[in-house]
């Protein structure tokens, strides 16, 4: 038994440790502002604007070399369509109505590993799927700019997802004030910025 709990403990901190990762991994896409003209000089997958911003032309990883001061991004490994009762990572970008949310899904864990996308998927979270308990509004449990981990339960794209259940929820949040990261406190968020403190839906499980 203690054997068996030893490996379930590693196992969720090697999952946490996975998380970290991709919270800390700098994506863009294309069109985003990576650098400006004076810090780096453009390489692959980028160009530069006419206000002298460097921008992404793909989805990558943005790479910098701070010796040659070159920035570039590299093309992700490509996955093929996401299937029901995967677990996914996802970035909340509009809050149409009280209803539902849309989710940029960016990232699929399979086998312990994070594997991030290299096109994203659209995902669609319901009010009916974002809470384990009744709720009224869906921003009682998450915002824009949020990235939740949930399931998939249909086919897609675009995919319907889930946050119910221990070990789905909003893993970053940010903050609806000044737009900082937020930092966890239990089952709240809370801004080191401005001091705003936000509800959210979060896993209890890692």
Same mark, same amino acid.
């Given at each position: 038994?203690?054997?068996?709990?030893? #490996?379930?403990?590693?196992?969720?901190?090697?999952? =946490?440790?996975?998380? =970290?990762?991709?919270?800390?991994? &700098?994506? +863009?896409?294309?069109?985003?502002? %990576?650098?400006? /003209? &004076? &810090?780096?000089?453009?390489?692959? *997958?980028?160009?530069?604007?006419?206000?002298?911003?460097? !921008?992404?032309?793909?989805?990558?990883?943005?790479?910098?070399?701070?010796?040659?001061?070159? @920035?570039?991004?590299? $093309?992700?490994?490509?996955?093929?369509?996401?299937?029901?009762?995967?677990?996914?990572?996802?970035?909340? @970008?509009? %809050?149409? *109505?009280?209803?539902?949310?849309?989710?940029?899904? #960016? +990232?699929?864990?399979?086998?312990?590993?994070?594997?991030?996308?290299? *096109?994203? #998927?659209?995902g669609l979270?319901?009010?009916?799927?974002?809470?384990?308990?009744?709720?009224? *509004?869906?921003?009682?449990?998450?915002? /824009?700019?949020? @990235? @939740?981990? +949930?399931?998939? /339960?249909?086919?897609?794209? $675009?995919?319907?997802?889930? /946050?119910?259940?221990?070990?789905?929820?909003? %893993?970053?949040?940010?903050? $609806? +004030?000044?737009?900082?990261?937020?930092? !966890?406190?239990?089952?709240? #968020?809370?801004?080191?910025?401005?001091?705003t403190i936000?509800? !959210?839906?979060?896993p209890l499980?890692?």
């Amino acid at each position: 038994m203690l054997v068996l709990l030893r #490996f379930i403990n590693d196992v969720r901190k090697e999952i =946490k440790n996975l998380i =970290k990762s991709l919270i800390e991994m &700098e994506i +863009a896409y294309p069109g985003d502002e %990576i650098a400006i /003209i &004076e &810090e780096y000089l453009p390489g692959e *997958n980028t160009y530069v604007d006419s206000n002298g911003v460097i !921008r992404a032309s793909i989805i990558g990883k943005v790479i910098k070399d701070n010796n040659q001061h070159i @920035i570039q991004v590299r $093309p992700l490994k490509k996955l093929a369509l996401l299937n029901v009762n995967d677990v996914v990572y996802g970035r909340v @970008i509009s %809050i149409p *109505n009280d209803k539902v949310a849309v989710i940029k899904i #960016f +990232a699929v864990l399979g086998n312990d590993e994070v594997r991030v996308l290299k *096109n994203t #998927f659209s995902g669609l979270l319901h009010i009916s799927q974002a809470s384990d308990t009744f709720i009224n *509004n869906i921003v009682e449990v998450l915002g /824009i700019g949020d @990235i @939740i981990k +949930a399931k998939v /339960i249909s086919r897609g794209p $675009p995919y319907l997802l889930s /946050i119910k259940g221990l070990s789905f929820g909003v %893993i970053q949040a940010q903050c $609806p +004030a000044c737009n900082s990261v937020l930092k !966890r406190k239990g089952q709240n #968020f809370q801004c080191m910025n401005c001091g705003t403190i936000v509800k !959210r839906k979060v896993p209890l499980i890692d």
